[in-house]
Structure formats: C-alpha cells, structure tokens
C-alpha cells in the first residue's frame, strides 16, 4: 500500500509540476477527459486494486480455512475470559486474563462479549477484531515464537476500559503449556 500511495503521490506532483512549468500544455485537454479519467476511472482503478489485495489479506486473518485450534474469547466489563475446547493446556475449563496458544501454529480465536462492544487487539500478532454482545466474530492469530503477547481491549467500553487488558503465552510445541507439571513460567 504504500508503494502504491508513493506512485499516486508522484504522478499528481507530476501533473502539478507539468501545470507549473507549462501553462498552455494542460488548456488542451478537454474537461471531461479530466472529469471521467480523473474521477472516475483512476479512482476505480485503484479501488478495484486495494480491493484485489484486501480480500485475501483480510481472509487470513479472519481464519476461514482449514483445521485449526480454537480458543474461545469473551470480553465483559472488566476483563477477558478465555476457554478452551478441550481446556487450557495444564488446565481444565476456563481461565480469566491468559490466553495460552501454541507457538508457531495458527489459532483461531472465536470473540464475543457479554455486556457492551469491546475489541480484542493484540498488537504483536494480528489485527483488532469487534467483540459484539450476542455475535462470534473470528480471527486468526499466530505467534512464531515462543513467549509472552500483550493484548488489550481497542473500543471504550466505560470506566474501566484502561485496564482491560490480558496476556498471551505462546508455549513451545510439545510444552504441556502455561501450567503445566515442571513449568516454569
């Protein structure tokens, strides 16, 4: 995207040089060729473009394909709830602000929430996605090694909305995970 705003960017400064340095050369050109090409045509161009690499890049992150691991994510006020389908690794059921995943494979993460909208943001690993009381919006994070991810919650949702935040803990495949016997973490 920025190379593409970078040759946008160069070929009007160069329209607006040409009209500097030559006055007459752009009187020639008819209105309308300015008016279709200008304001229709160009900007359909490069909409269709942003659209042709957006939808496969939105796609990815949004965790359509294939067979993945799912966590389930459920915001309320304050704080973030995470299950697991077969429960947390080392533990059983659910486990209120530590999402455990896997390193170096994809998740997906189911987000819904109980109260109000929040969004589920974890700046290191992927992109912000709406947590909608009452809908289950998904996304597909992935973190290549192992360690520790800061998350947090990106839309207000009231007083408390500062410190709703939450930990990622990316284990090493084969670990028994965040609390598992002989674990350190």
């Given at each position: ?61 949004t965790g359509a394909r294939g ?119």
């Amino acid at each position: 995207m920025i190379a593409g705003s970078a040759v946008i960017l160069s070929g009007v400064l160069g329209l607006i040089g040409y009209a500097f340095l030559n006055r007459d050369g752009l009187r020639d050109v008819p209105d309308r060729v300015w008016l279709i090409g200008g304001g229709v045509g160009f900007p359909m161009v490069v909409l269709t473009a942003l659209l042709a690499w957006a939808l496969p890049t939105g796609e990815s992150m949004t965790g359509a394909r294939g067979e993945v691991y799912e966590v389930q994510a459920e915001a309320y006020q304050w704080g973030w709830r995470f299950s697991y389908p077969d429960g947390a690794p080392g533990e059983t059921g659910s486990e209120a602000g530590v999402l455990y995943i896997p390193a170096g494979e994809p998740v997906d993460v189911a987000v819904t929430a109980v109260d109000v909208i929040h969004a589920f943001w974890i700046p290191r690993l992927a992109g912000k996605i709406d947590a909608i009381p009452g809908q289950t919006t998904h996304l597909r994070i992935q973190a290549d090694e192992p360690g520790e991810y800061r998350g947090q919650c990106a839309e207000f949702c009231g007083l408390g909305h500062a410190g709703m935040n939450f930990m990622v803990v990316a284990y090493a495949p084969g670990d028994t995970g965040a609390a598992g016997e002989g674990d350190e973490r």
